[in-house]
Structure formats: C-alpha cells, structure tokens
C-alpha cells in the first residue's frame, strides 16, 4: 500500500508521543509573546511555553472553543488577535462555512498553506492516488475551505488535479468524461447528486474512469449505508476525510478501510473529553474529540473543542500505518443529537437507515411538536419509476432501529435542495415556528 510519509506513517508510538511534544514544545515557543490570543491564555493560566515537558502536562493547557475565537474577531474585527505574526505574513484567507452561525476567518502563512497540503498529501496517498492518476476537484472554490487544500494536496503528491468550479453539474459530467479523472473529490451529498444528474442525463458513468471518490465537508462518507450506495453508484472505492477550517486536515482513511480514519499524529495532537464535564473520557474512549495542530504556528489552535465525537483506537492497522484511528469516523457531534419522545436521535442513525434503500434519490427529516408532542417527519424523494413502497419500508426500519414511529411522506422530484457544499437534512422546528438545521 502506498504511503505518503513511511517513516512517519509507521513510526512505534513512544517515537511518535517525542514528535509531538517536540513539535508542541516549538509551537508554544513560537507563539508566546507574538500571538496576543494565547499568551493571554496562557498567561491567565498561569503558564509559560516551559511548563509543559511532556503530554501529560497537556492537561494544563486551557480548552480553546469557537465561541472564543469568534468572539475576539467580533472584538479586533475582521482576523481577531489570534495571529502570530503581523498581517502582511498572511498569503490565505477562508471562513467556517457558517451554517451554524458567524463564520470564523481564518489565515494562512505560505508555510502554513504548505502545510496543509502536506496533511492532504496524508488523505490522497491513503486513497491510493500516485502521480499518474487524476484528481477532479467537484468543487466551487469559494471562501469555505473544501477542497482548496486538496489542490495543494494533489501537486505534493504528483497527481494531475483538474479544477471543477464555476460549472453546473451536467458541465462538470461531460468534463471528468472528456478529461478521463481517476479520482473525485466532492462531499457526499453531491457525488449522489452528479450520479443522479448522471441518470437524468442518460451518461453512463462507467464511461469515467473514477477508481475512488474521498470525500469530506460532511458526515456520509463514514456512514454505512450512504458509502455503500456512493461506491454502487459509481463503480469506485469511497474514502472518508475529516477536518476542519479552523484545525486542519486531521485524518484520512486508508486503503484497507477497518472502519475508520487515521489521525495524522505527526502534526495534531488527540484528546477526547467527557462534552458535559470538560475530563478526560475513561480510557481515552468515546467522547469529544479535543486538538492541538503542530504545523500552524501563524493561526494555532490548542486544546480545541471541535464538538465532534469520536472513539480512539491505536492499535496498529492492517495497512501497517501505527497512527491512531477514529473509529467509524467522526460518529457526530456533541450538539446534534435530537431526543423525540425520549429516543436520542443522531441524524447519522436516521441517513444510515434510509440510504439502504434503491430508489431514493433525497430525503429530509423535520422534528416537529404536535399537540405537546413531539413528531418525526421523513420526506422522501423518489427516482422515477422507484416503488411507493419503500416509503412503508423506511418507517418500517425506523421503528424497529430506533424504537420512534416516523411519519414517511413522498414529496415530489426536485423538491428537496441539492448543495454542493454541505448538506442539512435534519431540521428542528422552534416554538415560534422557525426551524433549525442540524
């Protein structure tokens, strides 16, 4: 199996623990008395870069969340004090994608851009990508992250990258048709998506050569029933990706895929935390995922809150890699689970049941509160031609994997949204009649 780094990739774990607190070690040093944002922090810790000597002493270091960083930007508008270095050092900018709120901007050093290429170098090679394949980037290359790194990814790695943006889906089609890629990059909502178009189209897929599609932006690629269909649909191998605008590139899924993704541990240090109480989880197992990047000293995060959950293995892989894996991916987020009627929903449980089913082309979920009770919606959208059955099926499944009846209705074709970007099919409707995506 190829790797992008071997060495690293294979490094023993107490080899590993002395990079990172190396690296950790010259980032705080880097960051002290530059960085106005975590030398307060620091500082009103009652800290200084040469109090922490060891991992363990990571546990001093406080908790940074994105209500902070978002906070102090409203404060020192437009990039906040969470810089290093003066502005004109900056070569990047990109923003949270602001689903949930204010987007966080976040700027990029050439050493850092480099940098996160160089952990896409990490994602590409683990999908097996080498010099002579062909990237195609399904992607408008807006201020969200996406795949802008991936670019960078694809030239430190040798791999031909072909640019998708400012074209409809149909374009983009007759495209990778005419240019003949070997890889797609796109979330997973829309590599469905441009198989759907594929059908309406009658443009036989096979006619591109994808051997794999990886995939990152949201939850899907690591949900069961939503790979499988995504790897049926397109003849191809589906690799997951997780990361974040305001983290980096953390991790990547390998070749051998054991049901989860590596965490690139030469350049972010894990944690996983209790989301309720801020402690460790017991043995390091389930809870949320906490992290430290090692490669960003002009836009560092330490000890960052990312709000997803996680479950550390770090068990040696079959692929030979020794860095530690997520198990099934990022599982969801700390603030996305929905209780109706005393069941704990995780919109991920509800795609992974609905997914399974042929002739779903969309679906949406609407939590709604009917005479003080609390109701599950699921609209589906069907192929033509599909049976109305499946409607039956899917409430069916439902009930039996959740213990929650759903209401099943079928809407018609184009009803529900297609975005590019991430998608939000799990809504929650407000007492005043408003409702939220989650």
Request: aromatic residues 8%.
């Amino acid at each position: 199996m190829p790797y992008f780094q071997p060495t690293i990739e294979q490094l023993d774990r107490d080899r590993l623990r002395a990079l990172q607190i190396k690296k950790l070690r010259a980032l705080l040093d880097g960051v002290w008395g530059h960085n106005p944002f975590y030398t307060a922090k620091l500082r009103a810790a009652g800290l200084a870069p040469g109090d922490i000597r060891s991992l363990a002493d990571m546990a001093q270091l406080p908790l940074t969340t994105k209500h902070e960083l978002l906070a102090d930007q409203a404060q020192h508008p437009p990039f906040g004090t969470n810089l290093t270095y003066p502005q004109r050092a900056y070569v990047r900018v990109h923003q949270t994608s602001g689903t949930m709120g204010t987007p966080l901007r976040v700027l990029d050093t050439r050493e850092s851009w480099d940098w996160w290429g160089y952990c896409w170098g990490f994602v590409l090679a683990g999908a097996g990508l080498t010099p002579d394949d062909r990237l195609f980037m399904a992607f408008g290359f807006g201020p969200f992250i996406g795949f802008w790194a991936a670019a960078e990814g694809a030239r430190q790695i040798g791999a031909l990258m072909i640019p998708g943006g400012g074209q409809d889906s149909r374009q983009r089609l007759e495209m990778m048709r005419a240019l003949r890629p070997t890889a797609l990059c796109c979330t997973p909502t829309y590599a469905l998506r441009l198989a759907e178009v594929a059908r309406e189209t009658g443009l036989d897929l096979s006619d591109i050569p994808i051997r794999a599609t990886i995939h990152a932006g949201e939850p899907g690629a690591n949900i069961p029933a939503t790979k499988a269909r995504i790897q049926t649909l397109w003849g191809a191998k589906c690799f997951d990706h997780a990361g974040a605008s305001e983290v980096g590139a953390h991790s990547f899924e390998c070749e051998a895929q054991p049901g989860g993704i590596h965490v690139i541990e030469s350049e972010f240090i894990v944690e996983v935390i209790e989301p309720a109480t801020g402690q460790p989880a017991p043995d390091g197992g389930r809870g949320e995922l906490v992290i430290t990047n090692l490669g960003r000293v002009g836009f560092p995060v330490l000890r960052y809150r990312t709000g997803d959950i996680v479950q550390v293995n770090p068990a040696r892989c079959a692929c030979g890699r020794s860095l530690a894996r997520f198990e099934g991916g990022i599982l969801g987020r700390a603030d996305d689970m929905v209780t109706v009627r005393g069941v704990n929903v995780f919109p991920s449980a509800v795609e992974n049941i609905v997914r399974r089913f042929t002739g779903v082309s969309e679906f949406r979920v609407l939590i709604r509160r009917v005479c003080e009770m609390e109701e599950m919606d699921i609209e589906v959208e069907l192929e033509e031609g599909a049976d109305p059955a499946v409607l039956h099926h899917i409430g069916r499944e439902t009930h039996q994997a959740l213990s929650l009846r759903p209401n099943v209705r079928l809407v018609p074709s184009g009803t529900l949204p297609r975005p590019e970007l991430k998608a939000h099919r799990f809504f929650v409707e407000r007492a005043n009649g408003a409702s939220a995506g989650v």
